[in-house]
């Protein structure tokens, strides 16, 4: 037998009241299940959709469906990580790379005209990566705040919320990196120190990772749109 859109929508709540909350983990599960779910009311139609749910369920063995979300997640893992080195690259190889390198001569230079034309002192660097962290996040929320909205409880958007965490430290430094390296004339290269070049890459490096952050979500966001308009058609 077929299962009907109702009996699917049955099936997705019995795997939520299992523990498993994130839309998309229940489609990935409800993928595995349904096929059994129909064989054994084929077998035996005095069964309910309930009682097939649970004999299924009990198939699995005692950790359940946990094996599916584990095997899951490590897919998205795998796809999102794979995603991040195709666009890093793709950026760094293409015109691109113009973003994170003028972002990254604003941020130090500014930093040195504001102490050397307007008496901030070291404080520069302060001022200019708060405002940076300030662009940042209106970007974000400008750019993924409706998605995020949408799709906060799908396993794939929060794995993408991990991938921020390689920009934490570059903009930290932004911040505070003034203390270590002070403030200096990036059209004058020569006179830059081991740490203050290392400051400059370090900070390209960042900004280098946070412009490719759009095109991961993006890939991201239309495969989890692709699952949903799937299951939408159920």
Known sequence: MKLTKPQIEQLKTLISKKGYPE???????????????????????????????????????????????????????????????????SNLLSIKILVPLLLTFCYFQSAYVLEKYFSFGEGGQLLIGLLFLAFVMLWWFYSFGRGFKKYKNYASWRGNQGILMFTYLPLQFMIQGYKYVGNFNLLDPSTLGFWQVFAVL????????????????????KDTKKLEEVYRLV
């Open 202 to 221: 370090f900070v390209f490096a960042g900004l280098s990772i946070l412009s490719s952050l759009p095109g991961v979500f993006s890939k991201s966001l």
């Open 23 to 89: 839309i998309d983990v229940q489609y990935e599960i409800l993928d595995h299940v349904a096929c059994k779910v129909e064989t054994m009311l084929d077998e035996n139609p005095k069964l309910n959709i309930g009682e097939a749910f649970q004999k299924v369920h009990a198939s699995f063995g005692i950790f359940g469906f946990s094996g599916l979300e584990e095997s899951y997640k490590k897919l998205i893992e795998t796809r999102l990580t794979k995603y991040f080195w195709q666009e890093l690259k």
